[in-house]
Nanobody
Framework: QVRLVESGGGSVQPGESLRLSCLAS????????MGWHRQAPGNQREMIAR???????FYAPSVQGRFDMSIDGSKNTIYLQMDRLKPEDTAVYFC?????????WGRGTQVTVSP
């Protein structure tokens, strides 16, 4: 089992930046997939960033070029740097971690982008 806790959300204006963190309760390696998803009110949860165990990175077209996912294994933390935020980025952001023990989710952190 692994517990994931997201932090770093908040309310910002369009064009500003936020960095989300996802702290895991144990070592992240080895793993199969790590990623970030988000869910806006009335919408389904969508994958926005994902890294596989082979090191391949995938970003949703809506965030490509603005968001950057990184991992600090020494801190058991997954990050999501979000730049040039837009109102349509408003959502609850969830950390996801998959290894041979299962598929794990955090409880999410709210990001609100408004003028």
């Amino acid at each position: 089992q692994v517990r994931l806790v997201e932090s770093g959300g908040g309310s910002v204006q369009p064009g500003e930046s936020l960095r989300l963190s996802c702290l895991a309760s144990r070592e992240l390696f080895p793993y199969l997939v790590m990623g970030w998803h988000r869910q806006a009110p009335g919408n389904q949860r969508e994958m926005i960033a994902r890294r596989t165990s082979t090191g391949d990175m995938f970003y949703a077209p809506s965030v490509q070029g603005r968001f950057d996912m990184s991992i600090d294994g020494s801190k058991n933390t997954i990050y999501l740097q979000m730049d040039r935020l837009k109102p349509e980025d408003t959502a609850v952001y969830f950390c996801n971690y998959i290894d041979y023990n299962g598929n794990f989710w955090g409880r999410g952190t709210q990001v609100t982008v408004s003028p």
